[in-house]
T-cell receptor, first 116, second 115 residues
Framework: GAVVSQHPSWVICKSGTSVKIECRSL??????MFWYRQFPKQSLMLMAT?????????EQGVEKDKFLINHASLTLSTLTVTSAHPEDSSFYIC????????????FGPGTRLTVT | GQNIDQPTEMTATEGAIVQINCTYQ??????LFWYQQHAGEAPTFLSY????GLEEKGRFSSFLSRSKGYSYLLLKELQMKDSASYLC????????????????FGTGTLLAVQP
């Protein structure tokens, strides 16, 4: 099946610094990638939808200047958390779909971000 | 607004059958998914329903009633490894004026399987 990777799997950073998380589709071309955030014991909250070659669409309440998303190719999307604060500590998960209306999203293994 | 409800926690016995319910109220509907998620890991796909009825896949079955905004996931012959969170997700349609592959997740149900 389709494989999605994320890097890094975990990261610890100091408050005020920026962190970049990569999401790659390893064996297929992903027209659309999605970024989710998950706090402990809560469900996945969609942050933004990323389409290759165009600007990301952010969900209501998600600051686009704080969470920068770039989808420069059909196999790579990046999420940069700028000026991270402890409240940004969370589990960030990306997913990719084969085509815009594919019936399934393939999830990456997630990135655990801890901001100290 | 968008609302997807699931029980927060459930407990069942190894070898038994458990049904996890999901009710939804969304602006659009283009299919319902069930995912399994172990702690600290990404969700893994279990099932997909877009038409009313039952979809069976080994020990897992999923049912959908679009008129009632209702789905359930049925797990048979429970095993200890089935202890996980089970996420119900609705694929939106038309929220931005057209088709979309956006998923709206429910709160998740934490299932504990006991010996």
């Amino acid at each position: 099946g389709a494989v999605v990777s994320q890097h890094p799997s975990w990261v610890i950073c100091k408050s005020g610094t920026s962190v970049k998380i990569e999401c790659r589709s390893l064996d297929f071309q992903a027209t659309t990638m999605f970024w989710y955030r998950q706090f402990p014991k809560q469900s996945l909250m969609l942050m933004a939808t990323s389409n290759e070659g165009s600007k990301a669409t952010y969900e209501q309440g998600v600051e686009k200047d704080k969470f920068l998303i770039n989808h420069a190719s059909l196999t790579l999307s990046t999420l940069t958390v700028t000026s991270a604060h402890p409240e940004d500590s969370s589990f960030y998960i990306c997913s990719a779909s084969l085509a815009g209306f594919s019936y399934e999203q393939y999830f990456g293994p997630g990135t655990r971000l801890t901001v100290t | 607004g968008q609302n997807i409800d699931q029980p927060t926690e459930m407990t069942a016995t190894e070898g038994a059958i458990v049904q996890i319910n999901c009710t939804y109220q969304t602006s659009g509907f283009n299919g319902l998914f069930w995912y399994q998620q172990h702690a600290g890991e990404a969700p893994t796909f279990l099932s997909y329903n877009v038409l009313d009825g039952l979809e069976e896949k080994g020990r897992f079955s999923s049912f959908l009633s679009r008129s009632k905004g209702y789905s359930y996931l049925l797990l048979k012959e429970l095993q200890m490894k089935d202890s996980a969170s089970y996420l119900c997700a609705v694929r939106d349609w038309g929220a931005y004026g057209g088709a979309t592959n956006k998923l709206i997740f429910g709160t998740g149900t934490l299932l504990a399987v006991q010996p």
